[in-house]
Nanobody
Framework: QVQLVESGGGLVQAGGSLRLSCAAS????????MGWFRQAPGKERDFVAAINWNGRSTYYTDSVKGRFTISRDNAKNTAYLQMNSLKPGDTAVYYCARDTGSYYADTLTYREDNYAGWGQGLQVTVSS
Protein backbone atom coordinates (compact mmCIF):
# COMPACT_ATOMS: atom_id res chain seq x y z
CA GLN A 1 0.00 0.00 0.00
CA VAL A 2 1.25 3.48 -0.89
CA GLN A 3 1.54 6.03 1.92
CA LEU A 4 1.94 9.70 1.09
CA VAL A 5 3.68 12.51 2.98
CA GLU A 6 3.46 16.11 1.79
CA SER A 7 6.03 18.83 2.43
CA GLY A 8 6.82 22.35 1.29
CA GLY A 9 3.85 24.40 2.41
CA GLY A 10 4.07 27.73 4.21
CA LEU A 11 3.40 31.44 4.06
CA VAL A 12 4.16 33.45 0.93
CA GLN A 13 3.26 36.88 -0.40
CA ALA A 14 0.99 37.28 -3.37
CA GLY A 15 2.94 36.81 -6.58
CA GLY A 16 5.38 34.44 -4.92
CA SER A 17 6.06 30.76 -5.47
CA LEU A 18 6.07 27.53 -3.54
CA ARG A 19 6.82 23.94 -4.47
CA LEU A 20 4.94 21.19 -2.75
CA SER A 21 6.28 17.66 -2.62
CA CYS A 22 4.43 14.40 -2.11
CA ALA A 23 6.73 11.54 -1.14
CA ALA A 24 5.37 8.03 -1.46
CA SER A 25 6.42 4.85 0.22
CA UNK A 26 5.92 1.53 -1.49
CA UNK A 27 7.14 0.06 -4.71
CA UNK A 28 4.03 0.67 -6.77
CA UNK A 29 4.11 4.49 -6.84
CA UNK A 30 5.36 4.67 -10.41
CA UNK A 31 2.29 2.99 -11.89
CA UNK A 32 -0.38 5.25 -10.40
CA UNK A 33 -1.66 8.62 -11.51
CA MET A 34 -1.36 11.23 -8.76
CA GLY A 35 -3.44 14.23 -7.90
CA TRP A 36 -3.36 17.38 -5.82
CA PHE A 37 -6.43 18.81 -4.13
CA ARG A 38 -7.01 21.76 -1.82
CA GLN A 39 -9.48 22.79 0.82
CA ALA A 40 -10.01 26.43 1.66
CA PRO A 41 -11.49 27.43 5.03
CA GLY A 42 -15.20 26.69 5.15
CA LYS A 43 -15.21 25.05 1.72
CA GLU A 44 -15.16 21.56 0.29
CA ARG A 45 -12.00 19.93 -0.96
CA ASP A 46 -11.45 20.73 -4.64
CA PHE A 47 -9.35 19.25 -7.41
CA VAL A 48 -6.21 21.16 -8.42
CA ALA A 49 -4.12 19.00 -10.76
CA ALA A 50 -3.38 15.43 -11.80
CA ILE A 51 -0.57 13.64 -13.60
CA ASN A 52 -0.50 10.22 -15.18
CA TRP A 53 1.98 7.46 -14.38
CA ASN A 54 4.77 8.58 -16.73
CA GLY A 55 4.24 12.31 -16.44
CA ARG A 56 3.24 12.79 -20.07
CA SER A 57 -0.36 13.67 -19.36
CA THR A 58 -1.49 16.39 -16.97
CA TYR A 59 -4.81 17.97 -16.08
CA TYR A 60 -5.53 21.21 -14.22
CA THR A 61 -8.48 23.03 -12.85
CA ASP A 62 -9.04 26.25 -14.78
CA SER A 63 -8.11 28.58 -11.94
CA VAL A 64 -4.51 27.35 -11.78
CA LYS A 65 -3.74 26.81 -15.46
CA GLY A 66 -0.61 28.69 -16.48
CA ARG A 67 0.42 29.22 -12.86
CA PHE A 68 0.77 25.71 -11.37
CA THR A 69 2.75 22.78 -12.75
CA ILE A 70 2.39 19.20 -11.61
CA SER A 71 5.28 16.82 -12.16
CA ARG A 72 6.71 13.59 -10.82
CA ASP A 73 10.00 11.79 -10.41
CA ASN A 74 9.32 8.07 -10.28
CA ALA A 75 12.92 7.31 -9.36
CA LYS A 76 12.38 9.34 -6.18
CA ASN A 77 8.79 8.17 -5.60
CA THR A 78 7.76 11.81 -5.43
CA ALA A 79 5.17 14.04 -7.04
CA TYR A 80 5.43 17.82 -7.07
CA LEU A 81 3.23 20.86 -7.43
CA GLN A 82 5.09 24.00 -8.48
CA MET A 83 2.91 27.00 -7.68
CA ASN A 84 3.81 30.37 -9.22
CA SER A 85 2.07 33.73 -9.25
CA LEU A 86 0.25 32.78 -6.09
CA LYS A 87 -2.90 34.65 -5.13
CA PRO A 88 -4.66 35.02 -1.78
CA GLY A 89 -7.40 32.83 -3.25
CA ASP A 90 -4.91 29.96 -3.38
CA THR A 91 -4.82 29.87 0.41
CA ALA A 92 -5.87 26.38 1.49
CA VAL A 93 -4.74 23.08 2.90
CA TYR A 94 -3.23 21.11 0.03
CA TYR A 95 -3.42 17.31 -0.23
CA CYS A 96 -1.93 14.74 -2.54
CA ALA A 97 -3.51 11.40 -3.28
CA ARG A 98 -3.28 8.39 -5.58
CA ASP A 99 -5.76 7.88 -8.39
CA THR A 100 -6.94 4.32 -7.80
CA GLY A 101 -8.58 4.17 -11.21
CA SER A 102 -5.51 4.96 -13.29
CA TYR A 103 -2.74 2.35 -13.12
CA TYR A 104 -0.28 2.50 -16.03
CA ALA A 105 -2.99 4.41 -17.90
CA ASP A 106 -3.35 7.83 -19.48
CA THR A 107 -6.78 8.67 -18.12
CA LEU A 108 -7.01 11.40 -15.50
CA THR A 109 -9.89 12.57 -13.37
CA TYR A 110 -10.88 15.43 -11.09
CA ARG A 111 -13.29 13.18 -9.16
CA GLU A 112 -12.25 13.02 -5.52
CA ASP A 113 -13.84 9.63 -4.97
CA ASN A 114 -11.32 8.10 -7.41
CA TYR A 115 -8.47 9.02 -5.09
CA ALA A 116 -7.13 7.30 -2.00
CA GLY A 117 -4.18 7.28 0.37
CA TRP A 118 -4.51 10.95 1.22
CA GLY A 119 -1.54 12.67 2.78
CA GLN A 120 -1.79 14.67 5.99
CA GLY A 121 -2.28 17.99 4.22
CA LEU A 122 -0.16 21.12 3.99
CA GLN A 123 -1.16 24.64 4.86
CA VAL A 124 -0.42 27.17 2.13
CA THR A 125 -1.17 30.78 3.03
CA VAL A 126 -0.84 33.58 0.51
CA SER A 127 -0.86 37.07 1.95
CA SER A 128 -1.95 40.13 -0.01
Amino acid sequence: QVQLVESGGGLVQAGGSLRLSCAASGRTFSGWAMGWFRQAPGKERDFVAAINWNGRSTYYTDSVKGRFTISRDNAKNTAYLQMNSLKPGDTAVYYCARDTGSYYADTLTYREDNYAGWGQGLQVTVSS
